[in-house]
C-alpha cells in the first residue's frame, strides 16, 4: 500500500509550486502551498505536516529564517531545502541547523520523488522504531488461527473478504476467544501489512493519560512532559490500529476517537494542530456494546462508526473439536520454550480437556498446556500430571469415578502439592505418619526430589 503523507511547498515560485504539487499529488500525497515563508508559517500554526519543502532564498522571510521558526515550533518537523546551484554552501549551512536535507534545482519529478520517499520512510521507520523500542517486552502476537471447526472456518472466511477493504471491524466475543489474533490476521492479509499493527488495551491504560496515548502530546503540555511524544495514531499511521475491550474507555475520548476516525486527523494533547493520519481502525469487546449503550455508557454514533463490518468469534465450549488441535499447537510451542520432550497427552487427558467447558477459552486453555508442561514428568501427560500441575481441572477429576488406589494416589499428590513438598506437614494433613507417607510414595511411584 503506497502511504499518503501531508507536505507543505513553500515557495516563491509559482512554477516550482505547481510542479511539485502536481507530482507529488500524482503519487498520492496531500499537498499544501504557500507563496512565502510568511504564509508557511501561517500554516504550520494550524496543521501538521508529515515534511516541508522549503525554498532557501525567497524576498522577505528567507529560507534559513523560515527554518529557524519551523524548528521553534516543533523541533521534529522533517525539512528539506529546495536550493539553486550558487547556494549549495548556504544549503549545507542549513542543514547543520535542523534541515534534513536539500535538492538542488532545476530538479526532475523522479528526482523530487526519490527524495521524498527517502525522506518520508526515514520518519516512519523513526516512529516505527519507537514502536518497537516500546513492545520490546512484549510477546509477538500469534497470527496462526488453529482450527477445523465449521464455526471458526466462518471465520476465516469472513477474514479473508474483510481483509482487503479499508471497513473499521468490531470483533466480539467472550474473553479469550482470540479477539487479537483475528485482529492481527486481517492485518496481516491487507493492504497495509507493510506498516505497523498497533494494540491498544483499553483495560490497562490510565483513563488520565488515554488521550495522550492515543494522540501523543507536545512538550510543556503538563508536567514531565519534556519533549514532543508520537501517539497510537501516528505510530500507526499507513498500517492497523486495533482497540482491545474497547468498552472500557470514557465517553469522553470516545467523542475525540470518533473524531479522530471520522475526519482522520488528530491533534497532540498541549496543541491545537491537526496531524493527518492514516489508520484502519479494528476495535474488539466482550461485552454487550447495544446494552452499554442503552445504560448510556457507550456512544451510540461511535458504535456505528466502529461496526461497520461485525465479527462474532465463538467460545471454546463451542468448537470442541478444535481442542486437541489447539492442545498440540500449544504442547510444542511450550515444550520447546521450556527444554523438555513432552511429546503428548494420553487419552483419558485429552477427553478431560476435550471435555471441560473452559470459562476462559483459548487463552485458558494455553495457560493451562503452559502448566502442564512445566509439571509434566514424563513424555506423555497423564490425568495424574492434571491433578499435580494444581489446574482447575483437578477439582473435575476428582468427581470422576476412579479406583481407590488412584484416588489415594491423587489426593496424596494434591497434598504433597499444597504443603509444597514438605512430607511431615502433608503426613500430618492426611492423618498418617512421615514413613507411611514415603511408603506410599513409593508404591504410587510419586516423585520425591522435594523436601
Known sequence: METSYNILVIDDDAYMRDACHQTLTKHGHSVSLANSGREGLFLLEKWSFDLILLDLKMP?????????????????????????YGSIETAVQAIKHGAFDFIAKPFTPEELLKLVDRVLRNRQLTIENLYLKQSLEQETPRTEIISKSPAMEKVKEMIAMVAPTDSTVLLQGETGTGKGVVARKIHEMSKRRGHSFISVDCGSLVSTIFESELFGYVKGAFTGADKTQY?????????????????????????????????????KVGDHKVVKVDVRVISATNRNLQKAIAEGLFREDLFFRLNVVSMHLPPLRER????????????????MRQGKAVKGLSPNAMKTLTEYHWPGNVRELENTVERLVVFARDKTITTQDLVYSNTVLSSVLMREPLRLEEMERLHIMKILHRTE??????????????????????????PTASP
Open 421 to 446: 513438598g514438605n512430607k511431615t506437614h502433608a503426613a500430618r494433613l492426611l492423618g498418617i505418619d512421615r514413613k507411611t507417607l514415603r511408603v506410599k510414595m513409593k508404591k504410587y511411584q510419586i
Open 320 to 335: 470442541k473439536e478444535d481442542i486437541p488441535l489447539l492442545v498440540n499447537h500449544f504442547l510444542n510451542r511450550f515444550s
Open 60 to 84: 522577505g522571510e528567507d529560507g534559513l529564517f523560515v527554518l529557524a521558526k519551523i524548528k521553534d515550533l516543533d523541533p521534529e518537523t522533517i525539512v528539506v531545502m529546495i536550493t539553486g
Open 231 to 267: 501517539g497510537k495514531f501516528e505510530m500507526a499511521h499507513g498500517g492497523t490500529l486495533f482497540f482491545d475491550e474497547i468498552s472500557n474507555i470514557g465517553l469522553e475520548i470516545q467523542a475525540k476517537l470518533l473524531k479522530a476516525v471520522e475526519e482522520k486527523c488528530i491533534s
